[in-house]
């Protein structure tokens, strides 16, 4: 028989990516997605924008659940310009082209609700691409993977091919800085590993 579920979070989050993320630590999350405007603020610096968007996810489900609550975001910025999703074939070729051959940043953030009030921190990854050519990108586009990701690649798909070197925390690229969340969870209250991390 399958354990019931006990979640001990709520995830303001439609990501998939996040949830598993979240499950692989053990830490199984309420789903409740929030619909929030993403655009930039005018000079809004790439970090403070996504600890922003983060903190108003967060908030956006907290009202909804008496759990603690965790929104994140994720940017590709390259030369301080934040990529956002492709909205077309054209638009995640552009990316794509763009980032090919080059180092770029990934920042992501995560915000936590809970009893210490609202904790958030920003997490920055570098990522350097191999030379894409144009038929790779037309391919890559054609499988469908970029339409739903920051920057338009997926590391942990089958971009990770492009994929010549990472600094950073990985699963911050996929979604979710684990070990940054973590420290968040706990601080919070949240039990991990039956507390081994408090
Ligand atoms: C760069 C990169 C991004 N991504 C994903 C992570 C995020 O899900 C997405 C960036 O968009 P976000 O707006 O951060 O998140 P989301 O729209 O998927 O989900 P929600 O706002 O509801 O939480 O791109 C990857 O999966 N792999 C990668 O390599």
């Not at 996040?18 to 309420?30: Q, T």
């Not at 965790?70 to 077309?88: E, Q």
Request: glycine fraction near 8%; proline fraction near 7%.
């Amino acid at each position: 028989m399958t354990p019931a579920r006990q979640p001990l979070v709520c995830l303001a989050s439609a990501s998939p990516r996040r949830r598993d993320l979240l499950l692989s630590i053990g830490v199984d999350a309420d789903i409740r997605p929030c619909d929030i405007d993403e655009t930039p603020k005018p000079n809004e610096s790439p970090g403070d924008y996504v600890v922003r968007l983060a903190v108003e996810k967060a908030l956006a489900a907290d009202a909804l659940t008496p759990l603690p609550t965790l929104g994140s975001d994720t940017a590709v910025v390259l030369d301080g310009h934040i990529l956002g999703k492709p909205r077309d074939q054209a638009h995640g070729a552009e990316m794509l082209a763009a980032l090919s051959g080059r180092r770029h940043e990934v920042l992501t953030a995560v915000a936590l609700t809970g009893p210490a009030g609202v904790l958030a921190c920003c997490v920055t990854t570098q990522v350097r691409l191999g030379e894409i050519n144009d038929e790779q990108i037309a391919a890559y586009w054609q499988t469908g993977e970029p339409l739903d990701k920051a920057g338009g690649y997926a590391i942990q798909g089958l971009a990770s091919v492009f994929v010549a070197s990472i600094e950073g925390s990985y699963s911050a690229v996929v979604g979710l800085p684990l070990y940054e969340t973590a420290a968040l969870l706990s601080q919070q209250g949240v039990p991990i590993w039956n507390n081994v991390l408090s």
